[in-house]
């Protein structure tokens, strides 16, 4: 079974920093798509950026310029820098992954496994 297990939330002030770091445990095989999601409390689950691997990388427009995704050295391992953070970055952010890419990897949030998350909390 794969775990997934994020890191690296915390409470930032408007405009600071974090990075979000993501690893896999459980398959020995690449993951091919990752990427990560976020809810805020009242709010829908939304797509935040995402890793199409050896096609493309898809990110939110509302976070777009401001967040960047990568994988890491180790395999199945995933990052989330984001800078000019903003309240509205507020949620519990879940880094979430598919065996197989494609056309189905993006966005929308059809994923097979989930991690349980890490709250990101910006004060004004």
């Known amino acids: 079974q794969v775990q997934l297990v994020e890191s690296g939330g915390g409470s930032v002030q408007n405009g600071g920093s974090l990075r979000l770091s993501c690893a896999a445990s459980?398959?020995?095989?690449?993951?091919?798509?990752m990427g990560w999601f976020r809810q805020a409390p009242g709010k829908e689950r939304e797509g935040v950026a995402i890793?199409?691997?050896?096609?493309?990388?898809q990110y939110a427009e509302s976070i777009k310029g401001r967040f960047t995704i990568s994988e890491g050295d180790a395999k199945n391992t995933l990052y989330l820098e984001m800078n000019s953070l903003k309240a509205e970055d507020s949620a519990m952010y879940y880094c979430?992954?598919?065996?197989?890419?494609?056309?189905?990897?993006?966005?929308?949030?059809?994923?097979?496994?989930w991690g349980k998350g890490t709250l990101v909390t910006i004060s004004s």
């Open positions: 890793i199409n691997k050896g096609i493309n990388t």
């Open positions: 459980g398959y020995p095989y690449t993951l091919s798509c």
């Open positions: 979430a992954a598919s065996i197989w890419g494609g056309s189905d990897c993006g966005l929308t949030g059809n994923m097979d496994f």
